[in-house]
């Protein structure tokens, strides 16, 4: 039986402590970054508020059981479209002019204007 010095055994018990955290600030920045320009893009927070809210929901993709899986190179495909057509939707709602059509469209239609009742 292999004898082993406290040092070896602290790093063999931090280093997928070290690995999780490190991934966790990763996916935190990216999240933020893009939440940051969801709301600089729009001008409002509800498109950063609703990314929120689906990233707390979906959580992190499994990508562990994704690289074991039969059919792990469909997965990561149909993942990479899933995040690409993600980004070219959200980046279509976020467009300061979609807004500006949709605010304007339901003021007109409720008979109110930008600074209150009309």
């Known amino acids: 039986r292999p004898k082993y010095s406290s040092l070896q055994v602290l790093n063999l018990l931090?280093?997928?402590i070290l690995q999780q955290?490190?991934?966790q600030m990763?996916?935190?920045t990216a999240f933020g970054w893009f939440a940051t320009w969801?709301?600089?893009s729009s001008g409002h927070l509800a498109p950063s508020v609703a990314v929120h809210a689906l990233c707390n929901h979906w959580?992190?993709?499994p990508f562990a059981q994704m690289a074991r899986h039969k059919r792990s190179r469909a997965l990561l495909i149909t993942m990479m479209v899933g995040i690409l057509g993600f980004t070219?939707?959200?980046s279509c709602?976020?467009?300061r002019g979609v807004h500006a059509v949709w605010a304007r469209r339901y003021l007109d239609r409720n008979g109110l204007s930008a600074w209150g009742a009309a």
């Open 93 to 95: 709602s976020v467009h």
């Open 14 to 16: 931090m280093l997928p």
């Open 38 to 40: 969801a709301f600089l």
């Open 59 to 61: 959580g992190v993709p």
């Open 26 to 28: 990763l996916y935190t």
């Open 21 to 23: 955290v490190c991934f």
């Open 88 to 90: 070219y939707a959200v």
